[in-house]
């Protein structure tokens, strides 16, 4: 079943709310809605058991934290194999920099990841001595991220 087909208006500014500020106590989030409190909560119990919600996360600034370069690597396989796809994820959720791998289609590359880093000595030490010596990457493509224009969550 489509989790979304059940969401109405209410549902989704409570989505809207949490996604904005986790933070938001439910009385906040009930006077927003115009609901009383017990409905509110029963309504935020019902999204994470649905799996909607998915976990309620602090937001970090990279650059406040020394991680100014943002790179998008493209990473071709040598085999299409559950096997080898299945061994690349493993290893690459081990690396802290990291923040974001995708399976993609529609594309010769494989693999999609976003990757942050300190500086290019960094992804330099990051490419060369940890991504290239995954079994079975044969080919690499970086694009250099200028500036993020946004960023938010499904909703």
Known sequence: MDN?????????????LLTS???????????IINLSATPTIRRIKRLEQAGIITGYHA???ANALGYSLSVYVAVSMDKHTPERFLEFEQQIAGFDEVVSCSLVTGRS???????????????????????????GVSQLHSSFEL???FHRSAI
Do not use: C, P, Q
Not at 4 to 16: N, S
Not at 21 to 31: G, K, M, P, Q, T
Not at 121 to 135: A, T, V
């Open 4 to 16: 979304a087909l059940f969401l109405d208006a209410t549902d989704r500014k409570i989505l809207r």
């Open 21 to 31: 500020n986790a933070r938001l106590a439910v009385a906040d989030i009930s006077e």
């Open 59 to 61: 937001s970090t600034n």
């Open 109 to 135: 590359e494989d693999f999609l990841l976003k990757v942050l880093v300190k500086d290019m000595r960094h992804y330099e030490e990051f490419l060369l001595h940890k991504l290239s010596k995954i079994d």
């Open 147 to 149: 500036r993020e224009v």
